[in-house]
């Protein structure tokens, strides 16, 4: 993690992907810390050599050397490497590498004032329609329900449940003022803006209960605005994402009958 990552409180890591993160805020950490004490020794010599009772006209001229010069410029590289080499790789694996395979959990996460629902698309793997103008008391995201694709979707307040060791892809929106999706042990955030909605992904590596905490002012509940990430086994996301899919609708009796009055099962399987 890091003697300054550690020293300065960082939480706890649970994602594939954070170890990078936490290196390139352990090397920012070290390097800002050298530069500052670099800065506060040279005011301080500045200070005491050009002092007014040993400097009693001014100097306009100042120092002639080109040490300082060299310095900016070593500055200059270095964070240009920050940048360049490790910031723009990260961050390019964030928003092009988005996995694709039949595992990927996919949920919506809906800002509002002051809380987040999560929208799961079921075992059929595939989102409902959803459409603003269905939000109500109890259509919290919009779900078009005339959509086929809707019959197995569920929503769940204020909890966002993804397995362990499987990757998650997380559409981030809002329903009213500019939010943030932050969750911090997977060092990944997103802003929610209402109308558009934007994509982050991740894979969880421990198991565990976090709080997510919105990243933007969203007015004056901002402050009470808390969700809870928990990550669970597969067998028990397994299990929890079976009581939460709703039942299908019961076939109807003459299909039942046609079919010698036995319903037939429905298994229903996390992805």
């Not at 890091?2 to 993160?21: C, F, P, T, Y």
Request: hydrophobic share 45%.
């Amino acid at each position: 993690m890091g003697i300054l990552n550690q020293w300065m409180g960082i939480a706890d890591l649970a994602s594939e992907h954070g170890v990078v993160v936490d290196q390139l805020l352990e090397f920012v950490h070290w390097f800002m810390l050298i530069l500052g004490a670099g800065w506060a020794v040279f005011i301080a010599v500045a200070l005491y050599k050009f002092r007014r009772s040993k400097n009693p006209r001014a100097n306009h001229y100042g120092i002639q050397g080109h040490a300082t010069t060299h310095i900016e410029v070593g500055v200059i590289i270095t964070e240009a490497v920050l940048l360049l080499g490790f910031a723009y790789p990260l961050w390019s694996r964030r928003v092009d590498g988005f996995p694709t395979d039949s595992t990927v959990v996919r949920v919506r996460a809906v800002g509002e004032q002051y809380r987040w629902w999560f929208h799961y698309c079921g075992p059929d793997g595939k989102f409902g329609r959803v459409d603003s103008l269905l939000v109500s008391s109890t259509n919290p995201v919009g779900i078009d329900m005339a959509d086929p694709n809707a019959k197995d979707d569920f929503t769940d307040l204020n909890t966002l449940t993804i397995p362990l060791g499987q990757k998650a892809i997380v559409g981030v929106t809002a329903k009213d003022v500019i939010h943030n999706l932050a969750l911090v042990p997977m060092r990944i955030a997103q802003d929610a803006i209402p109308g558009t909605e934007s994509h982050i992904w991740f894979t969880p590596q421990k198991v565990g209960a976090w709080d997510i905490v919105c990243g933007q002012l969203c007015g004056s509940g901002h402050g009470v605005m808390r969700s809870t990430l928990e990550v669970k086994s597969p067998e028990e996301f397994a299990t929890w994402y079976k009581e939460k899919t709703p039942a299908p609708a019961a076939a109807p009796a003459a299909q039942q009958a046609a079919a010698g009055g036995v319903t037939p099962v429905v298994a229903t399987a996390a992805r």
